[in-house]
């Protein structure tokens, strides 16, 4: 039994090295950020009080990462994209969810990555993503426009109230020039900002490498493929 015992296990390494293998040589290279705060003013008074976590995938090939580390655009990569994205309003009270926006490549024209020595992803800076408007009467969230949009320094979002109900789209003003219009009931700024509007921090973002898709096919696929060379191997010494 134990002889068995340590065939199967014989067989199941060979087929996780095969796999391992296969899956390096597909050079996966997805990267996943992810983040979950409070959204702050003007959406943080109880008894509705909005937050907001997202995730966002970028799919960055092997070749675009600077073998030292350093920065890359899509400028210089052109086959760096957004592969997925979401970001979910929810009420931070309740946990129940208000609205939830998709994202995908098209939605943002360019952004670079920053890369560490070791190859791991450390920051996104990136344009604003499209613009998303929901439909909700949660703390009056419908009447405003929200742009997602990476910096240095994590990841934020920018809101700015449409003037004429979907009939002008100021587009993604800063807030310091939103101030300077002084449009009545024109109201900008961005997720994180303190009641007095003086700081507007960005999230920390987490981003972590995950196998892409085709990558764990093969992973399995080799596995299995040892498992059954494995199989026969016993089958063939039985036999005998």
């Known amino acids: 039994m134990r002889k068995n015992l340590f065939s199967s296990l014989k067989v199941l390494s060979v087929g996780l090295v095969l796999g391992l293998f ?26 509705e009080v909005l937050g907001w976590r997202g995730e966002v995938s970028f799919w960055i090939p092997d070749e675009c990462i600077p073998a030292l580390g350093g920065w890359v655009s899509t400028t210089a ?37 920053a890369f560490a020595a070791d190859g791991s992803l450390t920051s996104i ?4 993503f499209d ?33 004429d109900l979907g009939k002008v789209d100021l587009g993604p003003i800063d807030p310091k020039h939103c101030l300077k219009f002084k449009l009545p009931g024109f109201i900008c700024g961005y ?19 995950v196998p892409e898709p085709g990558s764990l096919a093969l992973l399995l696929a080799a596995g299995a493929v040892g498992l059954l060379v494995g199989a026969r191997g016993r089958g063939a010494r039985r036999s005998n």
């Not at 996966?28 to 008894?47: E, N, Q, V």
């Not at 979910?88 to 129940?96: K, N, Q, R, W």
């Not at 408007?133 to 949009?149: E, H, M, T």
């Not at 997720?191 to 490498?209: L, W």
Request: glycine share 6%; charged share 20%.
């Open 22 to 47: 296969f899956a390096g040589a597909a050079n996966s290279a997805l990267f996943r950020g992810a983040w979950d705060p409070r959204y702050g003013a003007p959406f943080d008074t109880p008894p």
């Open 77 to 113: 990569c052109a086959n760096m994209r957004v592969e997925t994205g979401e970001v979910v309003f929810y009420d931070d009270l309740t946990s129940a969810t208000i609205e939830t926006f998709s994202y995908a490549s098209s939605s943002v024209d360019w952004f670079a990555a």
């Open 125 to 128: 800076v990136s344009d604003y």
């Open 131 to 163: 613009q998303r408007n929901p439909v909700s009467d949660f703390a009056n969230i419908d009447l405003y426009g929200f742009r997602l949009q990476f910096v240095k320094t994590g990841v934020r979002m920018y809101h700015t109230i449409d003037i």
């Open 191 to 209: 997720s994180g900002t303190y009641s007095d509007g003086t700081s507007a921090p960005a999230v920390s973002v987490t981003f972590q490498r």
